[in-house]
């Protein structure tokens, strides 16, 4: 009887201790207070040369280069690309590299200046050679070109190794080709149409300088018969500079 009694005193206990539990919550806890605040960094591009480039007085063959001088500020511990870009969908443009192709063959009007679907739409080709280099020199381009021409109506350059008609640019609109024709009859210069975006330079961090320069010239082929604008864009070709976080396409 004394240990029925103990036994039941103990269980009764027991299941007092577990209701204090179950009730109470009772696990050991400890906080502190803070908050959550954000502010957006910066990335800032200035120029610090004209932008306007002004090409005057060419001779063929003599190919003149313009530099654009440049600043980038940008957060600390960000980088930002450098890129020149151009309105594709512009006409100066395709007069200056090639108008579009219409469904079935022929230059489509509405690309070209003043619908004019004539040769002068299908850009500068084998008469214009461009370049763009990151410095105030022209050396080493990162894009060239001697036949400001695509090669077909996708009115894009050809992304990858090199062909027998065309040349070859990255993705990034880098590459090109620096054939010239050597005479007018000379056709065999790859077609190479200006990308749309050219990546200049690659990560650059606060406080960077330089320069971007755009080479152009008229080629040494053209003659007697071509000392007209004929062979020059018939109006200013806009581009822009323009600078994004690294890893980003403008």
Known sequence: MR?????????????????????????????????????????????????????????PGANQTKPVNYAVSVSPGNTVDLWLTFDTTSRAYNFFTGGKYATGGGLDANTCVNHDTTAN????????????????????????????????????????????????????????????????SDHAVPYCGVPGAILVAANLGNAASGSVSVTFGIASIAGNNDQNASILPASP??????????GQRP
Do not use: W
């Open 237 to 246: 070709l806009p581009y822009h500079l323009v600078a994004t976080q690294h």
């Open 121 to 184: 739409c299908g850009g500068l080709g084998r008469y214009g050679y461009f370049a763009v280099a990151a410095n105030d020199t022209g050396a080493n381009p990162v894009f060239q070109s001697g036949n400001l021409s695509f090669a077909d109506s996708t009115n894009t350059p050809h992304v990858g190794a090199s062909t027998s008609s065309e040349c070859g640019v990255n993705a990034d609109g880098d590459g090109g080709s620096s054939q010239v024709a050597s005479s007018p």
């Open 3 to 59: 240990l029925a009694g103990f036994i039941g005193a103990t269980c009764a206990s027991v299941a007092l201790v577990a209701t204090a539990v179950e009730t109470t919550g009772a696990y050991f806890t400890s906080s502190k207070d803070g908050n959550i605040t954000a502010q957006g960094g910066h990335l800032t591009l200035s120029n610090t040369s004209s932008m306007n480039l002004n090409f005057q007085d060419m001779m």
